[in-house]
């Protein structure tokens, strides 16, 4: 079954994915559903839609801290966060706290 | 399987609050943001009524809900307080005057006026013509030296009894971490304080003191607050970014790390009240933190010229770096 996925990026990360604030990727077969999870995910994005400074969105295996990730609208610490597996027509959002108030 | 909201048990639980863990819904995540900034707001007695109160305003993402959490806060609450918004422009080509579009909104939004205040027209000097004069290393104590002055005239014209600035726990905790590690023991006592004033200047404090950055994101995000969001062009190699990421390093680990760090932080406050310069016999007590008023200018300071007054002068006469460097920490 094919993944498609949601992706949003704010709070600034939008300059580091070719300023685009809202996507809808399909994601390769590589991707299987029900085993696939966002610690896979990140990697592929980093490679296949960041357009610069990888070492702004990841840090190790994760996002930087400093970045809050939302599945479907909600805490992605409420649900696994690297761990949690990726459904299709899941939505990801990517927003960055590090810059001025 | 969703889970459900420690609080009402009802609702999806959509924030993991990094103070206190608790799973909550989007709906009790409101009321009790909201409540425990009225609750820091109350147990300081920040305002009175009738105040006039000026929201430091940037049209980043800490100004932009203060602005819309006071003014939920003082209609809910009845402060009787006479809000407006006050923005300050450096002169920050391509950061400032887009995030000033921002705050333009807000007032619109929120129904409260605007005065912005720029550095060229109080200084002489935008930031753009700093950084031209000496590079991307220290403006940033330009900047903040002549933002605060900047706030406290443009808060004068407007007549107003306080002002608000957006500064969270995390900004605070980041303060603290900074003085320890440059040894900065008088900073360090006063940067912790919720409210700071003298008799000469109008006091300012933090309601957001308590907040957690990730929780004011979160509000602006589901609220659908919009805010400008861009590190600022000339800010790089400021020292306060590696305060940031070892508190960010830190929160991963142990989210209370935040609020524990301010709390420390507290414990380094001075008890004894700063003097006066001229109530106290000068060849016997040291004067560092007594305040005392600028030589030429009136504005507060510990030293015989505000700081202001000395990075300008270095700047008119063409010597920017008189004033950065050891021999000027006060």
């Not at chain 2, 200047?201 to 400008?228: C, G, N, W």
């Amino acid at each position: 079954m094919v993944l498609t996925v949601k992706l949003e990026f704010s709070g600034g990360m939008e300059l580091l994915f070719n300023n685009e604030k809202k996507k809808t990727v399909v994601l390769p077969d590589t991707f299987v559903a029900g085993a696939a999870t966002l610690l896979d995910l990140l990697p592929w994005l980093r490679d296949n839609l960041l357009t610069e400074r990888a070492e702004l969105f990841m840090q190790g295996d994760s996002v930087r801290p400093g970045i809050l990730v939302l599945v479907n609208d909600a805490d992605w610490e409420l649900e696994g966060e690297l761990e949690y597996v990726i459904k299709d027509q899941d939505t990801f959002v990517f927003i960055s706290t590090l810059h001025g108030g | 399987m969703p889970k459900l909201c420690v609080l009402c048990k009802e609702k999806r639980a959509v924030l993991k609050r990094p103070k206190t863990a608790q799973q909550i819904c989007r709906t009790c995540f409101y009321a009790v943001f909201e409540l425990e900034v009225h609750i820091t707001i109350q147990d300081s007695k920040l305002f009175k009524a009738g105040d006039k109160v000026a929201i430091a305003a940037s049209g980043g993402k800490d100004s932009t809900v203060l602005a819309h959490v006071m003014t939920t806060l003082n209609e809910r609450y009845n402060y009787g307080l006479d809000l407006c918004l006050l923005s300050v422009d450096e002169g920050i080509t391509g950061y400032r005057d887009d995030s000033l579009e921002t705050v333009k909104r807000n007032e619109k939004q929120y129904k409260i006026p605007l005065k912005i205040v720029s550095y060229d027209e109080l200084y002489g000097w935008s930031m753009d013509a700093i950084v031209k004069e000496i590079g991307m290393k220290n403006n940033c104590t330009f900047c903040g030296v002549f933002r605060r002055q900047a706030l406290d005239r443009g808060a004068a014209m407007l007549g107003v009894d306080h002002i608000v600035t957006g500064h969270n726990a995390d900004d605070i905790a980041e303060t603290v971490l900074m003085n320890i590690l440059r040894g900065d023991i008088s900073r360090l006592q006063r940067c912790t304080a919720i409210r700071t004033s003298t008799d000469e200047t109008i006091p300012r404090s933090k309601p957001f003191k308590h907040t957690y950055e990730k929780e004011i994101v979160m509000y602006a995000y589901f609220k659908q607050l919009d805010y400008f969001s861009t590190e600022c062009i000339y800010s790089p190699n400021a020292y306060r970014g590696h305060a940031r990421a070892l508190l960010k390093d830190l929160e991963q680990i142990r989210p209370s790390a935040i609020m524990d760090i301010v709390h420390s932080g507290e414990a380094y406050a001075s008890r004894k009240p700063t003097r006066r310069l001229n109530e106290v016999n000068e060849s016997a007590v040291p004067t560092v933190g007594l305040i005392g008023n600028c030589e030429r200018c009136g504005y507060m300071t510990s030293q015989k010229l505000c700081k202001a007054c000395v990075l300008l002068e270095g700047l008119n006469r063409g010597l920017p770096q008189i004033a950065i460097g050891n021999s000027s920490k006060y």
